[in-house]
């Protein structure tokens, strides 16, 4: 059974540094063609995606906020970290991880519960 | 990045008829590989997204069989042949052939007349 659960400070403040970690089970990080995308949504919004991490430790950030935003992985604890920083208020949202299957084409299979993060002095 | 674009954002529906989204891409999500990879996801209120649909038209399993993918190229749509209450919540279209980034719609809520 696959599962991934988020895990981070509800609220920060604006300029701080947001560390997340996802906990996975059920799969390896490391297994060919599976990997691990945080994608988030502000409150009434649509999805967008941020980050990923492939099976082979490559890395791949979404262009518009790439300067803020590191994915890395602990494939022992099956954990992937996103830290993202200089947080404002406009970056409160509903932060996922998810299960990205394939490597030539993407299809996103199982999303963790979600963390909701609060940007707010 | 290949732009998503949904249609309609609002979906009213009287229970017990069939509903239709549509979504088209910014260019073919035909991969060299022929497989198309598009997807469909069910975000009831408070729920995170649940897969519905991937590559155009496969059900995940113990998705009702209400539900059916279609399209190609840049075409794409979403029916739901007769809504029920379970089915409120907003769907979203997922594209992940020209990936990274991967990118989604805007987003249909559908709701109950």
């Known amino acids: 059974q696959v599962t991934l659960k988020e895990s981070g400070p509800v609220l920060v403040k604006p300029t701080e540094t947001l560390t997340l970690t996802c906990t996975v089970s059920?799969?390896?990080?490391?297994?060919?063609?599976?990997?691990v995308s945080w994608i988030r949504q502000p409150p009434g919004r649509a999805l967008e995606w941020l980050a990923h991490?492939?099976?082979?430790?490559?890395?791949s950030y979404n262009t518009s906020l790439q300067d803020r935003l590191t994915i890395s992985r602990d494939t022992f604890k099956s954990q992937v970290v996103l830290t993202m920083t200089n947080m404002d208020p406009i970056d409160t949202a509903t932060y996922y991880c998810?299960?990205?299957?394939?490597?030539?084409?993407?299809?996103?299979?199982?999303w963790g519960q979600g963390a909701l993060v609060t940007v707010s002095s | 990045d290949t732009v998503m674009t949904q249609s309609p954002l609002s979906l009213p529906v009287t229970l017990g008829q069939p509903a239709s989204i549509s979504c088209r891409s910014s260019?073919?999500?035909?991969?060299?590989?022929?497989?198309?990879?598009l997807d469909w996801f069910q975000q009831r209120p408070g729920q995170s997204p649940r897969r519905l649909i991937y590559?155009?038209?496969n059900r995940d399993s113990g998705v009702p069989d209400r539900f059916s993918g279609s399209g190609s190229g840049t075409d794409f749509t979403l029916k739901i042949s007769r809504v029920e209450a379970e089915d409120v919540g907003v769907y979203y279209c997922?594209?992940?052939?020209?990936?990274?980034?991967?990118?989604f719609g805007q987003g249909t809520r559908l709701e109950i007349k």
């Open positions: 059920g799969f390896s990080l490391s297994t060919a063609a599976m990997g």
């Open positions: 260019q073919s999500l035909v991969y060299p590989d022929g497989n198309t990879y």
């Open positions: 991490i492939f099976s082979n430790d490559e890395k």
């Open positions: 590559q155009v038209s």
């Open positions: 997922m594209q992940g052939t020209h990936w990274p980034p991967i990118t």
């Open positions: 998810a299960r990205v299957a394939g490597t030539v084409g993407a299809t996103v299979d199982y």
